[in-house]
């Protein structure tokens, strides 16, 4: 004979396998219908971006782009095109923004943080991964970000 603790034990087993058995099949329905914040289905791959052009042209034709945080490190409000790839022995960022020309080339120096013994800090080489060009671009999503009022750098 089965034990009413037993048949109790089994009913209530069978009651939490029926119901997680529902709720998969129910999020798994659900998640069929899921859309991303761009609106486009899930399973769909995602579209290219399209190319956007750079706002500023040549470095030193344009005003500076105005930060909107404090500690945003400034975007680079001119082209990179014909600029040559940083690598481990040239960047030529600094022939325009460091020590020894910036004042030349009217261009703004880099930050004191940027700098070990009068050199530029190897921690610090890689511009482009802080610093970004400007492009007229609709944001991805919507959004209501205000900045802060900060004074020009």
Avoid at 6 to 22: I, M, Q
Avoid at 31 to 51: L, W
Avoid at 78 to 89: A, G, P
Wanted: proline letters at 6%; hydrophobic letters at 35%; one cysteine or more.
């Amino acid at each position: 004979m089965i034990s009413k603790h037993f048949r109790l034990t089994l009913a209530t087993l069978t009651v939490v396998v029926l119901s997680v058995g529902c709720a998969v099949s129910e999020n798994t329905i659900a998640y069929e219908k899921v859309n991303t914040m761009r609106g486009t289905d899930v399973n769909v791959s995602d579209a290219p971006f399209d190319a956007k052009a750079y706002q500023g042209k040549k470095p030193g034709q344009q005003q500076l782009v105005a930060r909107t945080f404090n500690g945003q490190p400034p975007v680079i409000p001119h082209t990179l095109e014909n600029f040559d790839e940083i690598t481990l022995e040239d960047n030529q960022c600094v022939e325009c923004h460091g020590l020894a020309k910036y004042k030349e080339k009217g261009a703004p120096k880099m930050a004191d943080s940027h700098f070990i013994n009068q050199k530029v800090a190897m921690t610090r080489w890689q511009c482009n991964t802080c610093h970004v060009p400007q492009v007229d671009a609709a944001p991805l999503v919507k959004q209501n970000f205000v900045g802060s009022a900060i004074p020009k750098l």
